[in-house]
């Protein structure tokens, strides 16, 4: 299931400055040098793509819900009928030129940063006791549903924030460093600023998760289907 994740306390475009300090934006330096200028004229500008993808769903009707209670974790007054489950995955990519200029001991790269964000495929648990198609599969697959919209709808949301980050960070112009030290410096910040950053507002979504599986809603499942759904949790006693 997706996992949430703590928020960083500092924005990702910072971190570097904070905790490594090598890479230098063009505006560090009061005058543009001969070597900044042949940077941005030769290696070009700073490129972030980010691409979001959907697996698709499937539906498995095999185990129990007493199983898929447990597999949630749920307490033993509360049943768990369906159950939606995925991961969310982030891949970040980083490639782009560097220009070394010997007389400064400096140089200049243009980072090209990818980013794909998505999820494995969803599946959906159905309790066996339920049969495909019946009043009760169809109401408890409804609101499953509504978790998987939840997952999708997240993503785009997510990808406009990260978009916008990425775009203040890099500003479009070649970053700076001492030679031998812009690509590992990077891809530090990559791996582990902007990793946690981008699995942080992934896990904002189990916010919204939450919130539909709300005391209300599991109320209105268990009176559905002219009481079908309750007539399977508790069976009625035969007389001795």
């Known amino acids: 299931m997706a996992a949430c994740c703590c928020v960083p306390t500092m924005s990702p475009w910072c971190v570097l400055f904070v905790a490594v300090g090598l890479l230098l934006a063009p505006g560090a330096w009061a005058a543009r040098t001969p070597f900044q200028i042949r940077c941005e004229d030769e290696i070009g500008k700073t490129v972030s793509l980010l691409t979001t993808q959907s697996g698709g769903y499937t539906v498995d009707t095999h185990l129990s819900y007493k ?6 974790g749920a307490g033993t007054s509360t049943y768990v009928l369906g159950l939606t489950q995925t991961e969310s995955r982030v891949e ?21 940063v990818t980013v794909n964000l998505f999820y494995v495929p969803v599946v959906i648990y159905i309790g066996s006791e339920f049969a495909p198609g019946s009043c009760p599969y169809q109401a408890i697959l ?54 946690a950053y981008i699995k942080a507002e992934m896990g904002k979504v189990e916010l919204q998760q939450a919130a ?17 759904i309750l007539s399977i949790l508790a069976p009625p006693r035969r007389n001795r």
């Open 142 to 195: 409804k609101h499953e549903l509504r978790h998987l919209k939840a997952y999708m709808d997240h993503l785009p949301i997510v990808a406009s924030r990260v978009r916008v980050a990425l775009a203040k960070r890099f500003q479009a112009k070649p970053l700076y460093a001492f030679s031998g030290t812009a690509r590992a410096a990077l891809e530090s910040e990559l791996d582990d600023a902007w990793m």
């Open 212 to 228: 539909i599986d709300s005391p209300e809603e599991y109320a209105r499942l268990g009176k559905c289907c002219h009481g079908e």
């Open 92 to 112: 970040i990519g980083l490639g782009g030129l560097i220009l070394q200029d010997a007389a400064s001991s400096y140089e200049c790269m243009a980072p090209r």
């Open 67 to 72: 199983t898929l209670t447990q597999m949630k």
